[in-house]
Structures are given as C-alpha cells and as structure tokens.
Antibody
C-alpha cells in the first residue's frame, strides 16, 4: 500500500522560506506512470494546487505561486520537496503531498495526512 | 484560469436520501473532472475521476456524470459515513478545485 508522509517545520516566520519534504513508501517515486504533487488548504477553506513534478525533474507550477515555489526530487531517498519563499500569513495552511495520475495534470489518488504550517513571528 | 463553482454550498439531508451535488466550470473541460470527499482532520479521498469513473474501492452508491461545463455527483442512498465535504477538481488547464459542498445530516 502506497503511503506518503509530509515532514517539516510547523512554524515559519514571515518573509522566510517554507520547506517541506514528502517521503513515499510502498512504491517508487521513479515510477514512469505517475507525477507527484503538492496541494494546500488554509484552515477552514478549500483546496489549492501548488505544483506537480516528475521524477526526472519535469515540473508544473500554479501560475499564481510560480514565482515563489520550487519543487525537487531525491530519488535515492524516495522523497520530493517543496520550498515556498517570502511567506506571509496567507500561506498558513495544511500542506498535502499526493500522487498524481496523469501527465503534468491529472487527479490525485494517494494523499499524505497533511501537515499544518503556520506563518507567524 | 478555469473556475469551478459548486452548488449548493451546504446540503442538508437524512440517511437513506439521495444526494445530488453540482459542479459547473467556467469553460468547457471535456470530461476532465474529479470528485473528492474530505472528512474533518483527514486528507481528501478520491471518489470519481474523468467525470464518471469510480476510483478503486468506492461504493457503487457514488456516481458521477456530465461533460463540458456541467457535472454532477450523485449519492444514491446516503450512509452515515457519507456526510462530509465534497470537492470537484478540473485538470483541463492547470489544476483548480471548486470551493466545496458540505453535506450535513438533517
């Protein structure tokens, strides 16, 4: 059974960079059939897609966040990561990693449990 | 950006009743529409993809229909565990989500 687990600081200061890692177990991140993505959800609000990537490094970003987002992959650790720079309180959210069925875009069939990141001084 | 509008915002029904949730796209997205269920404190769960395909392990009481701009998620007979928030998502142009429909017990 595929499992994804987000990890990283739960508190980030305004203007700093948010960094999260997603560890994939029960399957290979290098599978040719899937992309991997990040989605976030502010408390009490809806879902917002952040970015997707392929294990080879191909990436696809939400245009509204593209200038601040970097995603990367470490196939040796079966992990992929998210960095979001210049954060503000508006970036406070539960951040999910997920597996994407599709090429560049698609639907998410496996999700991590999510990790709450609060932006506050 | 393709905007997805879900209606109603809240739907109050009783167990055993039929639920009909709507998702309307701001432009045609063919059949590239996905439905998720989310319960409090949990990650979203994939229900339906490509408008009408049930995901693995999803009960047959869940069905999806539609194409173009208008889509429907139907739950034929509500079980107690079905009360949750439902989101639609399109993959035609980037990825966007609807704002959600809360299905609550009447």
């Amino acid at each position: 059974q595929l499992q994804l687990q987000e990890s990283g600081p739960g508190l980030v200061k305004p203007s700093e960079t948010l960094s999260l890692t997603c560890t994939v177990s029960g399957g290979s991140i290098s599978s040719s059939n899937y992309y991997w993505g990040w989605i976030r959800q502010p408390p009490g609000k809806g879902l917002e897609w952040i970015a997707n990537m392929y294990y080879s490094g191909s990436t696809y970003y939400n245009p509204s966040l593209k200038s601040r987002v970097t995603i990367s992959v470490d196939t040796s650790k079966n992990q992929f990561s998210l960095q979001l720079s210049s954060v503000t309180a508006a970036d406070t959210a539960v951040y999910y990693c997920a597996r994407l069925v599709g090429v560049l875009t698609g639907h998410f069939d496996y999700w991590g449990q999510g990790t709450l990141v609060t932006v506050s001084s | 950006e393709i905007v997805l509008t879900q209606s109603p915002v809240t739907l109050s029904l009783s167990p055993g009743e039929r639920a009909t949730l709507s998702c309307r796209a701001s432009q045609s997205i063919s059949s590239y529409l996905t439905w998720y269920q989310q319960k409090p404190g949990q990650a979203p769960r994939l229900l339906i993809y490509d408008a009408s395909n049930r995901a693995t392990g999803i009960p047959a009481r869940f069905s999806g229909s539609g194409s173009g701009t208008d889509f429907t998620l139907t739950i034929s007979s509500l079980e107690p565990e079905d009360f949750a928030v439902y989101y639609c998502q399109q993959r035609s142009n980037w990825i966007t989500f609807g704002q959600g429909t809360r299905l609550e017990i009447k």
